[in-house]
C-alpha cells in the first residue's frame, strides 16, 4: 500500500491516502466473511467437529439459495417482515411523542422516569405467555412484543437529541416571540432528527431479533422463527436450521445498509455522515497538476523550513 510522508510541526508522519481506506474497508468485510467460510468448511471437512452439529458451510449456503425458490418459505419470510414493519412503525409512533413530551416538560419526565426505568429491562420474551393469553397465537403476539422492545432505543435517543439541541438558537427564537411549539418545530426537532434516526435503526435490528425469536419461542403462526424451530426438531435438520439463520443475518443486513444511506442522505450534515462524504470527493480523480486546498508542496515547505 502506498504511504504518504507529510511534515506536520516539524515532524514528518506517515499517512495512508483516503483513497486506500476507502477501498480497504469493504475489501477487508468480504476477507473477513470468507475467512469465516473456509474455517466452518475447514472444520466440517475434517471432522473436527460432527457434521450433525455443523454442516459444512458450502452446503448450508446451498440450502440457502434453494430456499429463495420455496414459495412456502419465502411466504413465512414475508410474515415475519411485515411484523417487523408493523412493530418497528407502532414503535416509532409511540416513542417519538413521548420522547419529545419528556425531552421538553421536565415535570412530565421526572413523574414517569421511575416507571420508565422499571418496564426498560423486562425482557420481551419473558412477557410471550401473558401476551398470547391477552392477544391470542397470531401477528398480534409479535407485533405487541416487538413494539414494545423496540420503544426504548428510539425513546431514550428522542430525549438525548433533545437535550443536545443548541440553547443559543431556542433563545434567539424566544427573544423574537416564538411560542413553545415553534421552537420545537424549526430548532428542536430539527437537531434531534439524527438522533431519531439512529434509534431507529438500533430499533430495526431489535425488532428482527424479537420477530423471529417470538417465533421460535412461541412455537405458533407462520415466519422464519416457526421454520428454523421446526427444522430444529426434525431428524438431521441442522443444515435447514443454520441455512434459516443464514436468511435471518442477510436481512439483518439488507436493514441497516438501506436505513444507513437513507440516514445519510437525510442528514448530511453530521459528523460521521460529513466525513464520509469528504472521503467519496477525496478519493474522485483529479488534475496532478491542480493545487489543493490545505495541502503545500515539498518545495514550499523546504523554502520555510528554517535550519540551525
Given at each position: 500500500m502506498k504511504r504518504v510522508r507529510v511534515r506536520v510541526d516539524g515532524r514528518v508522519r506517515v499517512r495512508v491516502p483516503v483513497l486506500a481506506r476507502v477501498?480497504?474497508?469493504?475489501?477487508?468485510g468480504v476477507l473477513g466473511v470468507l475467512l469465516a467460510f473456509g474455517v466452518c468448511e475447514a472444520m466440517s471437512r475434517a471432522g473436527i467437529v460432527r457434521r450433525s452439529y455443523l454442516p459444512p458451510a458450502s452446503e448450508v449456503l446451498a440450502r440457502a439459495v434453494e430456499l429463495a425458490g420455496d414459495r412456502a418459505f419465502l411466504d413465512g419470510?414475508?410474515?415475519?417482515?411485515?411484523?417487523?414493519?408493523?412493530?418497528?412503525g407502532l414503535a416509532c409512533a409511540i416513542a417519538i411523542p413521548l420522547g419529545l413530551l419528556l425531552g421538553s416538560v421536565p415535570v412530565v419526565d421526572d413523574a414517569v422516569r421511575a416507571i420508565v426505568e422499571f418496564l426498560r429491562p423486562l425482557p420481551s420474551v419473558a412477557l410471550i405467555p401473558l401476551v398470547s393469553l391477552l392477544l391470542g397465537s397470531g401477528t398480534e403476539t409479535k407485533v405487541a412484543l416487538i413494539t414494545y422492545a423496540s420503544v426504548w432505543p428510539i425513546l431514550f435517543n428522542t430525549v438525548y437529541g433533545l437535550g443536545e439541541t443548541d440553547p443559543l438558537a431556542k433563545d434567539t427564537l424566544r427573544a423574537f416571540g416564538f411560542g413553545r411549539l415553534s421552537v420545537l418545530l424549526h430548532v428542536e426537532l430539527p437537531g434531534t432528527a439524527p438522533f431519531i434516526a439512529a434509534g431507529i435503526r438500533i430499533s430495526a435490528a431489535v425488532a428482527l431479533i424479537l420477530a423471529v425469536a417470538t417465533e421460535i419461542l412461541a412455537g405458533f403462526g407462520e415466519g422464519l422463527g416457526i421454520f428454523i424451530a421446526q427444522a430444529g426438531t426434525a431428524t438431521d435438520g441442522t443444515r435447514d436450521v443454520l441455512a434459516g439463520v443464514v436468511w435471518a443475518g442477510t436481512l439483518g443486513l439488507v436493514i441497516d445498509g438501506v436505513l444507513v444511506r437513507c440516514e445519510r442522505r437525510a442528514f448530511p450534515w453530521t459528523p460521521?455522515?460529513?466525513?464520509?462524504?469528504?472521503?467519496t470527493r477525496e478519493h474522485r480523480p483529479r488534475d496532478a497538476s491542480a493545487p489543493v486546498r490545505g495541502e503545500r508542496s515539498a518545495a514550499a515547505d523546504s523554502d520555510h523550513e528554517v535550519h540551525p
Amino acid at each position: 500500500m502506498k504511504r504518504v510522508r507529510v511534515r506536520v510541526d516539524g515532524r514528518v508522519r506517515v499517512r495512508v491516502p483516503v483513497l486506500a481506506r476507502v477501498r480497504q474497508e469493504p475489501v477487508l468485510g468480504v476477507l473477513g466473511v470468507l475467512l469465516a467460510f473456509g474455517v466452518c468448511e475447514a472444520m466440517s471437512r475434517a471432522g473436527i467437529v460432527r457434521r450433525s452439529y455443523l454442516p459444512p458451510a458450502s452446503e448450508v449456503l446451498a440450502r440457502a439459495v434453494e430456499l429463495a425458490g420455496d414459495r412456502a418459505f419465502l411466504d413465512g419470510v414475508g410474515a415475519t417482515l411485515r411484523a417487523w414493519a408493523l412493530g418497528l412503525g407502532l414503535a416509532c409512533a409511540i416513542a417519538i411523542p413521548l420522547g419529545l413530551l419528556l425531552g421538553s416538560v421536565p415535570v412530565v419526565d421526572d413523574a414517569v422516569r421511575a416507571i420508565v426505568e422499571f418496564l426498560r429491562p423486562l425482557p420481551s420474551v419473558a412477557l410471550i405467555p401473558l401476551v398470547s393469553l391477552l392477544l391470542g397465537s397470531g401477528t398480534e403476539t409479535k407485533v405487541a412484543l416487538i413494539t414494545y422492545a423496540s420503544v426504548w432505543p428510539i425513546l431514550f435517543n428522542t430525549v438525548y437529541g433533545l437535550g443536545e439541541t443548541d440553547p443559543l438558537a431556542k433563545d434567539t427564537l424566544r427573544a423574537f416571540g416564538f411560542g413553545r411549539l415553534s421552537v420545537l418545530l424549526h430548532v428542536e426537532l430539527p437537531g434531534t432528527a439524527p438522533f431519531i434516526a439512529a434509534g431507529i435503526r438500533i430499533s430495526a435490528a431489535v425488532a428482527l431479533i424479537l420477530a423471529v425469536a417470538t417465533e421460535i419461542l412461541a412455537g405458533f403462526g407462520e415466519g422464519l422463527g416457526i421454520f428454523i424451530a421446526q427444522a430444529g426438531t426434525a431428524t438431521d435438520g441442522t443444515r435447514d436450521v443454520l441455512a434459516g439463520v443464514v436468511w435471518a443475518g442477510t436481512l439483518g443486513l439488507v436493514i441497516d445498509g438501506v436505513l444507513v444511506r437513507c440516514e445519510r442522505r437525510a442528514f448530511p450534515w453530521t459528523p460521521e455522515h460529513r466525513t464520509s462524504a469528504q472521503r467519496t470527493r477525496e478519493h474522485r480523480p483529479r488534475d496532478a497538476s491542480a493545487p489543493v486546498r490545505g495541502e503545500r508542496s515539498a518545495a514550499a515547505d523546504s523554502d520555510h523550513e528554517v535550519h540551525p
